[in-house]
């Protein structure tokens, strides 16, 4: 029992080191102006080629650690291809900053010249530009070694912030979070015994700790016939003990509508975490009045932990404007798709939400997440 026990400490043990030496980084959604959703996907899947050949990308949904890429196009000049057609030459740079989206804290940054050429549109010699990255450039892999060090001097200088944010996250129950936040605690930082004794109790909150097993040695005893003896029945007092209550059920979503003349319900509510974007898919019906452009629009989210999330979190186009016009004509069941984008932890309930259609609000409360 005691080498077995050994043996699971042992792998625990080891189990923490391999995470506090091997920072992975989730890959944050690139934002910039003129930007189509296109670039912007075809940027992201390009980086997590990057990262993962690198050894580097992050497939938990719980990584605190990630990169925020930035593209800044500084021209697109045409030269002439030596026949007839201009060739669009698209020249920029990308900024990829590693950070930490619990506590905001950015450790390192790097910038990389780009340049694409392609026949037809801006956006087509955009992706050329993109398309050009290569996931063997070393700058890339010096760029993940450096953000390592640069973590682990971070979390030797900052000691006692570092363990302040995860005893906080601890008692937010947010422990895979937690676990991810502490892993960049290596042993030569001055507070390692108390991050490593944090991990062991999140740890144990996790289940991943074995419970001790406890096996009783059988010993034969020899049976022992005794005389029977008639002896006075016993009635017994009832006792009567109070059943526990059951917990109570979790709160059901509601509904309210400022309209009488508005239908509206929730068909789905699905969390997406490769994309960090959870979708809402609503129906609705105008019962008396055509409208030839309504309003739609995505006004206040408020998370499971009673924090509003900023405007940039909220959209009514994918990977776009918190608001929109669009036809809304009278006795039609009418389908949009409201969007939570890029939130900085899971959401397992939308707390309350308020949605402007037409010319009227719908307010949701208790709106679980289904991932």
């Not at 719980?62 to 990169?67: C, L, R, S």
């Not at 898919?281 to 019962?287: F, I, L, R, T, W």
């Amino acid at each position: 029992m005691k080498k077995i026990l050994l043996q699971i400490v042992f792998f625990l043990s080891a189990t923490i080191a391999m995470a506090q030496t091997d920072i992975q980084f989730s890959i944050l959604k690139a934002e910039a102006d003129g930007m189509s959703a296109s670039v912007t996907n075809a940027l992201d899947l390009k980086l997590r080629q990057v990262f993962d050949r690198n050894g580097a990308g992050a497939a938990d949904l719980y990584n605190v650690f990630a990169i925020e890429p930035t593209i800044s196009v500084e021209k697109i000049f045409s030269t002439k291809d030596g026949v007839v057609l201009d060739v669009p030459i698209a020249q920029g740079e990308l900024v990829l900053i590693a950070k930490n989206i619990i506590d905001g804290a950015e450790y390192y940054s790097t910038s990389i010249e780009l340049e694409g050429e392609s026949l037809g549109s801006k956006d087509k010699a955009m992706k050329s530009m993109i398309k050009g990255i290569k996931v063997t450039d070393p700058a890339y892999k010096q760029f993940i070694n450096t953000a390592r060090k640069k973590i682990e001097e971070y979390y030797s200088t900052n000691c006692a912030f570092i363990l302040q944010k995860a005893k906080a996250l601890y008692n937010q129950q947010r422990y895979k979070e937690a676990i991810s936040y502490l892993s960049a605690a290596t042993a030569n930082i001055p507070c390692y015994d108390q991050a490593y004794a944090l991990q062991e109790q999140i740890l144990a909150k996790l289940g991943t700790k074995p419970d001790t097993v406890i096996v009783e040695k059988v010993v034969e005893k020899p049976v022992v016939v005794e005389k029977v003896v008639e002896k006075p029945v016993v009635v017994e007092k009832i006792v009567e003990k109070p059943v526990p209550a059951e917990a109570p059920a979790a709160p059901k979503c509601e509904i309210t509508i400022s309209m009488n003349d508005l239908e509206f319900r929730i068909l789905s509510c699905k969390g997406e975490p490769t994309q960090r974007r959870i979708t809402i898919k609503a129906e609705y019906v105008n019962q008396n009045v055509n409208i030839a452009n309504g309003d739609i629009s995505l006004d206040v989210v408020i998370d499971d932990n009673g924090k509003e999330l900023p405007r940039e979190n909220k959209a009514v186009i994918a990977n776009g404007s918190s608001y929109e016009w669009i036809s809304m004509p009278a006795r039609v069941n009418l389908k949009h798709d409201f969007y939570i984008v890029n939130y900085d932890h899971p959401i397992e309930t939308i707390s309350y939400m308020k949605l402007k259609v037409r010319n009227g609000y719908v307010e949701i409360r208790n709106l679980k997440v289904d991932w």
